[in-house]
């Protein structure tokens, strides 16, 4: 993918943001800018209990939403193709009502509305010696419902990839439905899905601050309680945005490593042989032009 | 673009700066001893989530005891009352960023607080619980609510007392420590960003109770119809609430004192709460002079 901005001009911009952000550093430093760096840096090398957990937290809803997101999604994808009209209509409902709503209003639909009238009360659930809160099932719940309608056609697209001969060719060779998508349409459609699956997971390390709103203390809502307490705004999202820059930036890298797995064997992938190089993987596509890989 | 010659641009920037200056200079001597954040009008920021003391009618103005005790106040400073709805737990931060002149939003006068704005008493009130109906989950004491879960709105006092937080409360005191000095389990404090919603949460069956301000759980319990009810034998620590402004605006300060004091003085005070209900708040002039103590 080229960039259609020539690369001299795109460096002259990089590097005039990088001035302006060095000359904000440093008039912050005056003494007329109230800012007190300690409590930036305690968040990050120092984190609270409390801060530890919402990161914790963050992650564990995170993987757990895209799974599940994951599962939904090829399950409504291959409904969507079925033949069977009342698997299309389901699924097609399904991709509909969510992703046609935002995440907001389900969550509160969903966790409060229903509860409310009486039709369905989320209960906590114990798993061994571990409980699961009401509101954090919930939330994580309806997290990988709503991703599960957008995974669906980012399946749908990656096994529509996958060439019908291929289909064919199993058919011919005796094999079941389920048996041809599980060894053979899905692991090629794989390539396709997963830069795709790579940018929903970078979303949903971020969309699960939106929990926020039924009282589950991830990330942003352990800082905005604290931050609540010494008002110290500047200082405590500051790093909170690091926290999850570090989390994103680190997955960029693992979905880098995946993408190059997965395209092991053939000649072409998105960014050269070898998959993104790191300016790709660290700024994204647009990137990978820059240095002139 | 055609060159200015060198002359003409140093003329041009002496001119501007010289503008900027002068602009800088009268504002600052203006007349008017206090500096506003619009002239001619008070802006007060208030978390309008808060019937009866600050809420949004049906067409979104806002009313409440709050808010008509504002508007008094800026009738007597001559100037006209703008409400600018902010949420709770960021509102002092409003006001140091300048987004308002003062804060008049049912404030709990603390430590915390005072560390960070001056604060004017102008209303007390208990700490109340609000449950549904009939009071299924038998919440009668603060022991009852041991291993159970309470929604409050984030940044109150009420928070602070049942987790152990902010500068009135620690585990000496908090009603979680209660639970575990009786060896009893902890009680789970869900925080909302607005007071409306923790009373939802309450509604869904997520938390036993709703702990707000007293005013606040009566209005709750009048206005659910019979979907509430208070429990009365558990209203905790009246205390004092104050009106926020920053510390370096002693002028501003001053004027809302006096028209408050007039206020209270002529009965004007009296009659606002006593319209919204609330009158068992009021505070006395000897209230206001005194020096604010969390």
Known sequence: MTSSLSSSRTRRALLAGCLMFVALSVSGCSSRADIQPQFFWDSLFHPSPALVNGIGLTLIISVIAQILGVILGVFAAMAKMAKFAPFRIASNLYIWFFRGTPLLVQLMFFVYGLPTVGLFRWPTIAFGPILIPAEILAGTIILGVNEGAYMAEIVRAGILSVDPGQTEASKSLGMKYGQTMRRIVLPQAARVIVPPLGNEFNNMLKTTSLLTVVSVFELYNTTSVAAGHNFRYFELFGAAAVWYLLMTTIWGFIQGWIERRLAKGTVLTSAGPTGPGWRGRFFGGQAESLGGH | ?294
């Open chain 2, 1 to 294: 673009m055609r060159v200015i010659p060198s002359r003409f641009r140093f003329a041009g920037v002496f001119a501007a700066a010289a503008l900027v200056a002068a602009t800088v200079l009268i504002a600052g001597c203006s007349g008017s001893s206090y500096s506003l954040v619009k002239s001619g009008t008070l802006t007060v920021c208030s978390d309008t989530s808060y019937p009866p003391q600050e809420s949004l009618d049906s067409s979104n103005k806002a009313v409440g005891s709050d808010i008509d005790l504002g508007a008094e106040i800026a009738k007597r400073m001559n100037l006209t009352l703008a409400v600018k709805s902010t949420v709770f737990d960021s509102i002092i931060p409003a006001l140091q960023g300048s987004s308002c002149d003062i804060i008049i939003s049912a404030q709990t006068i603390t430590k915390d607080r005072l560390a960070a704005v001056d604060m004017i008493p102008y209303f007390a009130a208990g700490q109340s619980f609000v449950v549904l109906k009939g009071n299924p989950n038998k919440v009668n004491s603060i022991d009852d609510l041991c291993g159970k879960a309470v929604a409050a709105e984030k940044g109150t006092i009420e928070a602070d007392h049942i987790a152990g937080t902010g500068s009135g409360y620690d585990n000496t005191n908090s009603l979680d420590a209660n639970c575990k000095t009786k060896g009893k389990a902890a009680i789970t404090l869900q925080v909302f960003d607005a007071d409306t919603s923790a009373l939802a949460a309450m509604q869904a069956g997520t938390v036993v109770a709703h702990f707000t301000d007293e005013p606040v759980a009566g209005y709750e319990v009048v206005q659910g119809g019979s979907k509430f009810e208070l429990v009365p034998a558990m209203t905790l620590e009246r205390g004092a609430e104050g009106i926020s402004v920053l510390k370096t605006n002693n002028s501003l300060r001053d004027a809302v004192k006096k028209a408050l004091l007039d206020m209270i003085g002529d009965g004007t005070y009296t009659k606002i709460l006593t319209t919204w209900g609330v009158q068992s708040g009021a505070v006395t002039a000897a209230d206001v002079n005194a020096t604010p103590a969390p």
